[in-house]
Structures are given as structure tokens and as C-alpha cells.
């Protein structure tokens, strides 16, 4: 026999995420009378209160919060039964659900879906793009597998998420060859040319207009844009120089469509790639593959 109604405490669960009995009631589809009912009887079962009401307000007790937290692990990991078995088929086919950051290098995107399906041909991959707190929220209601993001994850959620840092990418100023030609190094004679700059909140856009400054460069700058890849492609048309992560150049589409300005001195700047996942009892077997695997490769001839 079962010693505990889970039934109940789900119940007990939903009331607690949702704040109230009412808001519990229009997730559950069930009746106050009912809900109420049942959430007595988990109480009498545990022999404890699991809320007092303060000002027509219900807070968990002490012994509340206890019970809180068996429940989320107890249902989080019913999820995550539920959505391994999608992750393993009756087939051999896996399935791999990635959040992109959104304006990040398409490049990083390609690069990690060609290591899923060099190593697994028959995969099914699903990529969505997305701001960082919306990609984050998914992963861990599980409806992401992995992340890709530029953004590191702050400590406090460590121990929440995966988080590998899968490439650390030289930038390096780029722009169409006719440009290049003209202004061939990174120097203060690039100033008043055409400048196509990340916008804010990029991590480098406060480093790059620091960078100009330090080398006594004024640009002029012509736009600024959150998607790396209207950077990429303003570039090419030969709207001026902008500051793009080697991994890109280097792979560039078409070929010799940029030169690289020569610098004396290295930049250092970097575009930092990382890759997080959900820390899962049993994870999927694709994310724990590209966690040890997949790396962006960083050549030599980038600085």
C-alpha cells in the first residue's frame, strides 16, 4: 500500500507554485470545495499544516516548505521520466531540443548542429532562438535539452545548470575587400570611416567603443545591431568595418567575401561560446555527448 495520496500532492504542489487555492483550482479544472478537501487530508496524512493564512493570503509553514521541496523534485524528475522516453524511441532515432541565444553568430549554431549529426545521423534536432531568461526558463521546465549562449550563467544558478565553455573566439575588424584595401590595419587612419558596431547589451559593445578610444579611433559609426549576423552581412555589402568573432570570418560564406585588418599589437577581445544544459538524473544521451565533445575550434591564424 501506498502511504502517500500523490494525487494530494500534486495538489499541494500546484497551490504552492500558484500562490492560491483559486489560481490552483483553474490549473487543476477542479473545484475549490474539492481542492481544499483534498489539500485537509495530505495535511492530516502528514500530520502537519502546510500554509497559515495571513490577511486572505496563504504562506507555506516551516513544515510547508519541507514538503515543497520533495514535491518539485518528486514531479521535476516525473517530467523528466516522461521526457526521456522521447529522448528513447522504440527507434534508434534521438532527439535533441536546442535554445539559441538570440543575435548570437549563426556559425556557433551551425557548427553544434553539424556535431549532432555527424555523430548522430538519425537524430532529430530542434532549434529555437530566444532572449536568456526565456531560454533558461525552458530548460528547466525541460522544454529545452541544451543552450547555446554567449552569456555566462551566474553562480547562483550553477548549481541549477551545466555550464562548459565550449570556445573562447578572437574578434578581429573585418570588412569587404574594397574597404580592406583602402584601410588595411587597425590604426587611428580608419578614423571617420564607416563602422558597424554590436549594440547594447552585447557583452563587447562597451568593450569595442573602449578599444577604439584606447587606440585613438574615431569611427564613424553607422549602425548598431543586436543580430551578430546584420552585422556579418552589412559588412560584406561594404557599409564599413566591423568587429566579428575569427570563427566566423574564417568560415565565411562566400569565401574572400572579408579581409581582416592587420593590428601590431593583439586585441584581446573574445566572443565566448558556452553550452548549458539542466543538471538531470539521467541525462539525454546527445547533451552529454556535445558536453564533452563539442568545442569551437580556435586557429592560430585568428590573432
Excluded at 28 to 44: C, D, I, M, Y
Excluded at 127 to 154: C, F, P
Excluded at 202 to 215: C, G, P
Excluded at 262 to 269: N, Q, Y
Amino acid at each position: 500500500m501506498i502511504p502517500l495520496n500523490y494525487h494530494h500532492l500534486y495538489y499541494f504542489y500546484v497551490i504552492a507554485k500558484s500562490g492560491s487555492i483559486a489560481k490552483a483550482c483553474d490549473t487543476l479544472l477542479l473545484s475549490q470545495p474539492a481542492v481544499s478537501t483534498q489539500l485537509k487530508q495530505l495535511e492530516r496524512s502528514l500530520g502537519s499544516s502546510l500554509f497559515e493564512r495571513r490577511k486572505q493570503r496563504l504562506y507555506l509553514t516551516e513544515q510547508g516548505r519541507f514538503v515543497l521541496d520533495y514535491a518539485e523534485s518528486i514531479f521535476e524528475m516525473g517530467k523528466e521520466l516522461k521526457d526521456n522516453l522521447k529522448d528513447h524511441p522504440r527507434t534508434t532515432r534521438f532527439t535533441i531540443r536546442i535554445g539559441i541565444l538570440s543575435g548570437s553568430p549563426r556559425a556557433f549554431g551551425h557548427a553544434l548542429v553539424e556535431c549532432v549529426l555527424d555523430r548522430f545521423s538519425s537524430a532529430y534536432v530542434i532549434v529555437r532562438e530566444g532572449q536568456l531568461d526565456k531560454l533558461l526558463t525552458e530548460l528547466q521546465e525541460q522544454r529545452l535539452d541544451a543552450i547555446l549562449t554567449s552569456i555566462s550563467i551566474h553562480s547562483h544558478e550553477q548549481g541549477m545548470f551545466l555550464s562548459h565553455l565550449v570556445g573562447r573566439v578572437p574578434i578581429v575588424f573585418a570588412a569587404a575587400p574594397e574597404i580592406a584595401r583602402r584601410h588595411k590595419e587597425f590604426s587611428p587612419n580608419l578614423n571617420g570611416v564607416p563602422f558597424i558596431i554590436p549594440s547594447w547589451p552585447s557583452h563587447l559593445h562597451d568593450q569595442i567603443l573602449d578599444l577604439l578610444a584606447e587606440r585613438k579611433i574615431k569611427p564613424n559609426l553607422v549602425v548598431e545591431a543586436e543580430d551578430a549576423e546584420l552585422v556579418r552581412h552589412l559588412a560584406i555589402s561594404g557599409r564599413g568595418v566591423a568587429p566579428l568573432n575569427a570563427y566566423t570570418v574564417s568560415v565565411n560564406q562566400p569565401r574572400n567575401s572579408l579581409t581582416v585588418l592587420k593590428t601590431k599589437t593583439p586585441l584581446r577581445l573574445y566572443d565566448s561560446v558556452y553550452l548549458v544544459a539542466k543538471q538531470r538524473k539521467w541525462p539525454n544521451p546527445v547533451v552529454e555527448y556535445l558536453l564533452k565533445s563539442f568545442r569551437l575550434p580556435v586557429k592560430a591564424t585568428y590573432s
